[in-house]
């Protein structure tokens, strides 16, 4: 009897997936890797893929996804809008593009996500609830093949966390002041973590994305940041222990003020810094909040610069051993990312009248281009020229962050 016992301890410990899981895990100022030694972050965020944004779209006022949906809606009717976003979800970023990203250098990705993908909202074509883990299974199982771990990104919560476009929201951080949103909020992480509670391939969770923009006031709203994350953190250990989170400063990821000492054992704090001197002294509050807590540190979003700029902040960050994931990995007609593609024919006409501004339906009537043929054309030159097999890739960019284009 005792031996049979003792064969089944064997076979759970040695050959069940889940005792064999690895995690990430932190140890003093470092994040520790499923090899036990300290990681380092170096990879790129897979922008504009589950979070359109319009600006990667050459749009100047038409800026969030519900905008973008709203236009290309008006444009092509909601119908093929809903087509549009169909296809785009599964060209935009494919097996190529990972595999790409492996092969070029990087150890990991930051997957920024929208909640509606979690709920039965409407959201680039669909409302189904279940369809953010179709993406996210996807990708991740890519990811496990070329061994490149992955950060999950909320980009936008219930509510509204930041109070801009890049939240898809109404323009206020309501999250912070609305019970129901904070509910919802708390509730989708918690189904993602059971969903991927014994996936390795997952260094951690990214909470919430740039919380609390410059606009509002920071001493009503930045107090209620630390209490909220702590909240989703119950939440998520509830059913996940195993994974990092990772919790943005106030305003925009750049204010660590809110932040007391750490109150969870796998916590790592994330910046995000553009256009300022890639020099240690616009980090050093960072270090400073680093060397106080013991806790790690780790830059969520940097770029959108030349080449060497990225090359001197890239220096600056691994200097002070600091891990990164630079914005974005793909954009349309543009050197300051890792791959770029280029504006189909016909293109220039969406971009018109996204830019316009419409007050009215009379006004949408007046603007919309009388050639709707013409526009879906260019919408589906959009979806061809961004798959990978067309896309161009940004070789200074890429050499200025320590990797090699592939040739």
Same mark, same amino acid.
């Given at each position: 009897?005792?031996?049979?016992?003792?064969?089944?301890?064997?076979?759970?410990?040695?050959?069940?997936?889940?005792?064999?899981? =690895?995690?990430?895990?932190?140890?003093?100022?470092?994040?520790?890797?499923?090899?036990?030694?300290?990681?380092?972050?170096?990879?790129?965020?897979?922008?504009?893929?589950?979070?359109?944004?319009?600006?990667?779209?050459?749009?100047?006022?038409?800026?969030?996804?519900?905008?973008?949906?709203?236009?290309?809606?008006?444009?092509?009717?909601?119908?093929?809008?809903?087509?549009?976003?169909?296809?785009?979800?599964?060209?935009?970023?494919?097996?190529?593009?990972?595999?790409?990203?492996?092969?070029?250098?990087?150890?990991?990705?930051?997957?920024?996500?929208?909640?509606?993908?979690?709920?039965?909202?409407?959201?680039?074509?669909?409302?189904? %609830?279940?369809?953010?883990?179709?993406?996210?299974?996807?990708?991740?199982?890519?990811?496990?093949?070329?061994?490149?771990?992955?950060?999950?990104?909320?980009?936008?919560?219930?509510?509204?966390?930041?109070? &801009?476009?890049?939240?898809?929201?109404?323009?206020?951080?309501?999250?912070?002041?609305?019970?129901?949103?904070?509910?919802?909020?708390?509730?989708?992480?918690?189904?993602?973590?059971?969903?991927?509670?014994?996936?390795?391939?997952?260094?951690? #969770?990214?909470?919430?994305?740039?919380?609390?923009?410059?606009?509002?006031?920071?001493?009503?709203?930045?107090?209620?940041?630390?209490?909220?994350?702590?909240?989703?953190?119950?939440?998520?250990?509830?059913?996940?222990?195993?994974?990092?989170?990772?919790?943005?400063? +106030?305003?925009?990821?750049?204010?660590?003020?809110?932040?007391?000492?750490?109150?969870?054992?796998?916590?790592?704090?994330?910046?995000?810094?553009?256009?300022?001197?890639?020099?240690?002294?616009?980090? =050093?509050?960072?270090?400073?909040? %680093?060397?106080?807590?013991?806790?790690?540190?780790?830059?969520?979003?940097?770029?959108?610069?030349? &080449?060497?700029?990225?090359?001197?902040?890239?220096?600056?960050?691994? %200097?002070?051993?600091?891990?990164?994931?630079?914005?974005? #990995?793909?954009?349309? &007609?543009?050197?300051?990312?890792?791959?770029?593609?280029?504006?189909?024919?016909? #293109?220039? %006409?969406?971009? +018109?009248?996204?830019?316009?501004?419409?007050?009215?339906?009379? &006004?949408?009537?007046?603007?919309?281009?009388?050639?709707?043929?013409?526009?879906?054309?260019?919408?589906?030159?959009?979806?061809?020229?961004?798959?990978?097999?067309?896309?161009?890739?940004?070789?200074?960019?890429?050499?200025?962050?320590?990797?090699?284009?592939?040739?």
């Amino acid at each position: 009897m005792f031996r049979k016992i003792a064969a089944c301890i064997l076979f759970v410990v040695f050959l069940s997936p889940v005792a064999n899981a =690895q995690f990430f895990t932190t140890k003093g100022k470092n994040i520790i890797g499923p090899d036990e030694k300290p990681f380092l972050i170096k990879g790129t965020n897979l922008g504009n893929w589950l979070v359109p944004e319009g600006y990667m779209f050459h749009f100047k006022e038409i800026n969030s996804p519900r905008l973008i949906n709203q236009t290309i809606s008006e444009l092509i009717g909601p119908a093929a809008a809903k087509d549009f976003w169909e296809k785009y979800l599964n060209v935009y970023i494919t097996a190529e593009d990972i595999h790409y990203l492996k092969s070029i250098g990087m150890n990991s990705i930051r997957l920024p996500f929208n909640y509606r993908l979690f709920t039965s909202e409407y959201y680039m074509g669909s409302g189904d %609830s279940a369809r953010g883990f179709v993406y996210m299974d996807r990708l991740i199982n890519w990811c496990k093949k070329e061994k490149l771990y992955v950060i999950l990104d909320m980009h936008c919560a219930p509510g509204g966390q930041t109070g &801009d476009n890049i939240d898809d929201g109404y323009g206020y951080p309501f999250l912070f002041e609305n019970e129901k949103d904070q509910e919802a909020c708390a509730a989708i992480w918690k189904k993602i973590a059971a969903h991927y509670k014994n996936e390795p391939t997952i260094i951690g #969770y990214d909470l919430l994305n740039e919380p609390i923009a410059h606009y509002f006031d920071k001493t009503k709203i930045n107090p209620l940041l630390e209490p909220l994350y702590k909240r989703l953190t119950a939440a998520v250990r509830s059913v996940d222990k195993n994974h990092l989170l990772f919790l943005g400063g +106030a305003q925009w990821d750049s204010n660590f003020e809110p932040f007391g000492k750490t109150f969870d054992n796998k916590l790592v704090y994330t910046f995000h810094k553009y256009w300022t001197p890639p020099t240690v002294e616009v980090i =050093q509050d960072y270090i400073n909040f %680093s060397n106080k807590y013991n806790v790690p540190i780790y830059c969520g979003e940097t770029g959108e610069n030349d &080449d060497a700029w990225v090359e001197a902040f890239r220096k600056t960050l691994d %200097s002070n051993q600091i891990g990164w994931h630079y914005w974005p #990995y793909k954009k349309l &007609d543009n050197t300051r990312g890792i791959v770029t593609f280029s504006i189909p024919a016909g #293109y220039d %006409s969406v971009i +018109a009248y996204a830019n316009t501004h419409k007050n009215n339906f009379e &006004d949408i009537r007046k603007n919309r281009p009388a050639d709707v043929a013409l526009i879906k054309k260019a919408l589906e030159g959009f979806l061809e020229n961004c798959r990978f097999k067309n896309c161009i890739q940004n070789k200074g960019y890429i050499r200025a962050l320590g990797f090699k284009p592939v040739e």
